[in-house]
């Protein structure tokens, strides 16, 4: 059950999201329960982030990050700065300093697309934990202006069929699956 102080501490996004299937709700309820004040916070075992799938809407084309931690091509994304409390703000600078693209912007809306709790294994000095990932669109319409932010952590443009294929996690696979009627609804528009 979420309290009053829980929800207060909680972004409006996420109390209000609607899941898709029932790994989502279990997924939803588990960061629903987070007791903490600050559910960002990167020393609590369950800590929220917010990270965004990039696209491009006229080609039809997803961008992911190949992550060094975790060994797999992902999106972008991560954890707040002290202070932010706002997810899609979160998105937004994490996927600015990761990709350089600086024209990016919620796409088709503002709205989360997909809530997920991400196992994360030990490493940087942090022990194995987990991520409450609430997850967005965000689009460019300069895609030629990605560029890695370090030499080992490239970003390559995909099909969406390829990025699901390429990705190894099944949650961003399901993110990705998402995707699929935005983009098609995109492409029909533009005919």
Not at 41 to 54: C, F, K, M, Q, Y
Not at 76 to 83: I, T
């Amino acid at each position: 059950m979420v309290t009053t102080a829980m929800a207060a501490a909680l972004p409006a996004q996420i109390t209000s999201y609607q899941p898709q299937g029932a790994k989502e709700a279990r997924d939803l309820d588990r960061i629903l329960s987070i007791s903490e004040p600050d559910p960002w916070l990167r020393e609590i075992p369950l800590h929220l982030t917010g990270s965004a799938i990039i696209v491009h809407p006229e080609s039809g084309r997803v961008l992911l990050r190949w992550h060094e931690r975790q060994q797999a091509w992902l999106q972008v994304g991560g954890h707040g700065d002290p202070g932010e409390s706002d997810p899609l703000a979160v998105a937004l600078r994490e996927a600015t300093e990761e990709t350089g693209l600086t024209d990016l912007v919620p796409w088709p809306a503002p709205d989360l697309i997909h809530v997920v709790v991400v196992q994360v294994p030990a490493g940087r000095g942090e022990p194995a934990h987990e991520h409450a990932d609430l997850r967005f669109v965000l689009a460019t319409g300069s895609p030629e202006q990605a560029r890695a932010e370090t030499a080992g952590s490239p970003v390559r443009w995909l099909s969406l069929a390829d990025a699901i294929r390429l990705t190894s996690a099944d949650n961003l696979a399901e993110s990705l699956s998402r995707l699929r009627p935005m983009l098609a609804a995109a492409a029909q528009a533009s005919r």
